[in-house]
């Protein structure tokens, strides 16, 4: 509030039209009308001191920003390389970062602090960052911003490499259209699979033995001992508790105890439970 008293005097003092005299006159008035009480002055600390709150994690980033910018040139030791040649595929890649890339490789990843780069791929907080209050390019932390924002999308999947046999996409992975309608019969009877070679009567048979077993699942809900009923006549699981007390025949571990387990007793624990398997697998 006080801050609008000093705005409203500097207004007073700059009119031409009053006199001296009667511009004190006004700047008493004001004075007097917007005198702070207590009360003001404790919400005035309340608000400098939220200002300083909001004030801290701008600094936090900036410190943020500066260890990425230290910890840089280890990072490019290790990834400018490989980045250099990843042949990444237009169809799935951002255009925005595809051409922050692209920009990176076809300069041998050899930027300058004062070359144009593109920046389009990072959002405000990072432009704001990236370059000095003089308009220079923070070299080192760009490269670092770039290859984080290349990590990210690698990840989740929306950039994928044609040259790695990891990050391409999923149709990269299955058999061309055209070399599956022509060798279709061939790969079927290969895989022994031509009994399912016709989808819909596949899915249907899948669907019935789906719709049977949820009802002799739902059938046996009342003599199953975990389950209880609710007032309303919900079912409702049994919490597990680690301490209740088991037969030998309720639980049976896949493997030992023991932290280091031998690559024999792997296969012969599993082998023996293959064995016993109701559908005959591994028999």
């Given at each position: 509030?006080?801050?609008?008293?000093?705005?409203?005097?500097?207004?007073?003092?700059?009119?031409?039209?009053?006199?001296?005299?009667?511009?004190?006159?006004?700047?008493?008035?004001?004075?007097?009308?917007?005198?702070?009480?207590?009360?003001?002055?404790?919400?005035?600390?309340?608000?400098?001191?939220?200002?300083?709150?909001?004030?801290?994690?701008?600094?936090?980033?900036?410190?943020?920003?500066?260890?990425?910018?230290?910890?840089?040139?280890?990072?490019?030791?290790?990834?400018?390389?490989?980045?250099?040649?990843?042949?990444?595929?237009?169809?799935?890649?951002?255009?925005?970062?595809?051409?922050?890339?692209?920009?990176?490789?076809?300069?041998?990843?050899?930027?300058?602090?004062?070359?144009?780069?593109?920046?389009?791929?990072?959002?405000?907080?990072?432009?704001?960052?990236?370059?000095?209050?003089?308009?220079?390019?923070?070299?080192?932390?760009?490269?670092?911003?770039?290859?984080?924002?290349?990590?990210?999308?690698?990840?989740?999947?929306?950039?994928?490499?044609?040259?790695?046999?990891?990050?391409?996409?999923?149709?990269?992975?299955?058999?061309?259209?055209?070399?599956?309608?022509?060798?279709?019969?061939?790969?079927?009877?290969?895989?022994?699979?031509?009994?399912?070679?016709?989808?819909?009567?596949?899915?249907?048979?899948?669907?019935?033995?789906?719709?049977?077993?949820?009802?002799?699942?739902?059938?046996?809900?009342?003599?199953?001992?975990?389950?209880?009923?609710?007032?309303?006549?919900?079912?409702?699981?049994?919490?597990?508790?680690a301490d209740e007390e088991t037969s030998d025949g309720d639980v049976r571990l896949l493997y030992p105890m023991g932290r280091v387990i031998s690559l024999r007793d792997v296969l012969t624990q599993t082998v023996g439970r293959c064995r016993r398997c109701p559908d005959g697998l591994f028999s």
């Amino acid at each position: 509030m006080h801050i609008d008293v000093l705005t409203q005097i500097e207004q007073t003092v700059e009119r031409t039209d009053w006199i001296s005299d009667r511009k004190v006159e006004h700047i008493r008035l004001l004075l007097g009308k917007k005198r702070l009480n207590p009360e003001q002055l404790t919400a005035d600390k309340d608000r400098l001191t939220e200002l300083k709150t909001i004030n801290q994690p701008i600094q936090e980033r900036a410190d943020y920003y500066l260890a990425l910018e230290k910890a840089s040139l280890r990072l490019q030791v290790r990834v400018s390389a490989i980045a250099q040649v990843l042949v990444f595929d237009d169809h799935t890649a951002q255009p925005q970062l595809l051409a922050a890339l692209r920009h990176f490789q076809d300069r041998k990843g050899e930027l300058t602090a004062g070359s144009a780069v593109p920046v389009d791929f990072l959002d405000m907080v990072d432009r704001q960052h990236v370059f000095t209050e003089t308009g220079k390019l923070r070299l080192s932390l760009y490269k670092v911003l770039l290859f984080r924002a290349m990590r990210d999308v690698l990840r989740d999947g929306t950039l994928t490499v044609l040259s790695s046999y990891d990050y391409r996409s999923v149709d990269e992975y299955q058999i061309p259209r055209s070399q599956w309608q022509a060798y279709r019969d061939n790969y079927l009877q290969r895989a022994h699979l031509t009994h399912r070679s016709q989808p819909a009567p596949t899915l249907v048979a899948l669907g019935e033995q789906l719709n049977q077993q949820f009802k002799r699942t739902n059938d046996q809900l009342i003599t199953n001992p975990q389950v209880f009923f609710d007032s309303h006549g919900g079912w409702h699981l049994h919490r597990y508790r680690a301490d209740e007390e088991t037969s030998d025949g309720d639980v049976r571990l896949l493997y030992p105890m023991g932290r280091v387990i031998s690559l024999r007793d792997v296969l012969t624990q599993t082998v023996g439970r293959c064995r016993r398997c109701p559908d005959g697998l591994f028999s």
